[in-house]
């Protein structure tokens, strides 16, 4: 029987395999551009877009070398990511030490400002969003406790708005 660190083992192994043959295509890419392939060619004998192909060269010459890609905790679209960027080793480093989604990275490519104070809220907020977009047994369920969830915060927050009110309001009717 296979047991469940085996079965994380192989799940990780497979994931950097996807890696490293996303790296092995970008290199054969840029090989055949070298050889004065187009990126329409390319395309339309391997089965993928002429901007499939770009990303792919663009993202192996941005990370040429085995040792230029030393994140392993980070996915390939990270890599890609960085890759768009002019110093593509800086962003990866600081998507390493901050901990970033690839839509964190994306985010502060775009100069947007990540609050780290919610990152678990947009984090939750997107698998909400997940779940519920999928119209099944579940979104239903989440939509039901959410209703009542909020519900229950509304009439809270009316709650204390009232109590917050209501000795400014009896002084006023006092005088």
């Known amino acids: 029987m296979v047991n469940i660190e085996e079965l994380f083992q192989k799940f990780i192994s497979l994931s950097q ?53 030393p994140y392993a905790e980070l996915s390939y679209y990270h890599y890609r990511l960085a890759a768009r960027t002019d110093d593509p080793h800086k962003w990866m480093q600081e998507a390493t030490d ?16 990540i609050q780290e104070e919610y990152r678990d809220v947009e984090r939750l907020l997107f698998q909400t969003k997940k779940i519920l977009n999928a119209n099944d047994n579940k979104s239903e369920w989440l939509a039901n406790k959410l209703s009542f969830a909020l519900a229950d915060y509304n009439t809270n ?15 006023l009717s006092e005088n």
């Open 17 to 69: 395999k996807d890696i490293e043959h996303a790296f092995e295509k970008g290199e054969i890419a840029c090989y055949l551009l070298q050889m004065g392939e187009t990126y329409e060619t390319i395309s339309s004998q391997v089965n993928c877009s002429p901007e499939q192909i770009r990303v792919l060269a663009k993202t192996f010459l941005a990370f040429p070398e085995e040792s230029d890609r």
């Open 98 to 113: 901050k901990e970033w989604s690839t839509r964190e990275m994306a985010k502060a490519l775009k100069g947007e400002v």
């Open 157 to 171: 927050a009316c709650r204390n708005i009232a109590h917050a009110i209501a000795p400014p309001l009896a002084m």
